[in-house]
């Protein structure tokens, strides 16, 4: 993906923005009647989602990460006790990264964007009621 969808004038942003809509167009969340099917699978890990295609959040976020790290993006895994997402340092500011939200559930592959690069008070205006995190853990997202 890196070879074949980058070059080396693109910014970070669109470097992120080209593993985002990778994966989201490439991998499908694993929803109950999924899970159902196949109960022994695990669905969280990178590999479910990246080459399965098909995976938990934590599979999103874990395969975010490895393409960032490959990239040298600085970021974390950040979580609570029903989801967990990317934290990301780009251009001297943390940003959040959600790539299970912004897959849509459905048979037509449509990029969102909500979750995007996103700062935490916009985080917090969207109010989705699953990005509530502990800030004194996570304090580059304050």
């Known amino acids: 993906v890196i070879k074949s969808k980058m070059n080396k004038k693109m ?4 470097r992120i923005e080209v ?4 994966i989201i167009n490439n991998g499908k969340y694993a929803t109950d009647k999924i899970r159902k099917k196949n109960p022994d699978k695990s669905y969280n890990k990178a590999n479910d989602i990246l080459i399965d295609h098909v995976g938990l959040c934590s599979a ?25 997402w990317n934290l990301v340092y780009l251009d001297g500011k943390w ?5 299970t939200w912004d897959d849509p559930i459905s048979d037509v592959n449509i990029n969102r964007d909500t979750y995007f690069l ?11 009621g699953t990005h509530k995190f502990d800030k004194s853990i996570y304090t580059e997202a304050k």
Do not use: Q, V
Not at 118 to 128: P, Q, R, V
């Open 60 to 84: 999103y976020a874990d395969a975010m990460a490895i393409f960032l790290d490959k990239l040298n993006i600085i970021n974390y895994k950040i979580s609570n006790s029903e989801h967990i």
């Open 19 to 22: 593993i985002h809509d990778y």
């Open 95 to 99: 940003y959040h990264l959600d790539l």
């Open 11 to 14: 910014s970070d942003k669109k």
């Open 118 to 128: 996103i700062t935490t008070s916009e985080l917090e205006e969207l109010n989705d």
